[in-house]
């Protein structure tokens, strides 16, 4: 039986499932879809496939989201990886 993945409870199952029919990004929308299933009790690598994407990449988006604040996932999925350097040092910055 697969391992289940730890998800920090930012945001209950019916607020993903809003944030994902809701979002205007398809990209967005697989990411919190894929958090979602994974809420749900899903393995991630049976979320990632349904969702459309790898199992690596579902692990990175589902230690992204339990790992930071969830301002600070947003903003970087809205803002790309670009910024994640700025992104990171006003998160460290307003935690002080």
């Known amino acids: 039986m697969p391992k289940q993945a730890f998800i920090a409870p930012h945001l209950s199952t019916e607020e993903l499932k ?30 990632a496939i349904a969702v459309g ?18 301002r600070m996932v947003i903003c970087l999925w809205i803002c790309g990886t670009q910024n994640r350097k700025n992104l990171m040092v006003l998160n460290t910055e307003s935690q002080q």
């Open 53 to 70: 994407i790898s199992n690596s990449y579902g692990w990175k988006i589902l230690k992204s989201y339990s790992t930071t604040s969830l």
């Open 18 to 47: 809003e944030k994902y029919r809701k979002a205007k990004d398809s990209v967005e929308a697989r990411r919190w879809h894929f958090l979602w299933k994974v809420a749900n009790g899903w393995t991630v690598k049976n979320s």
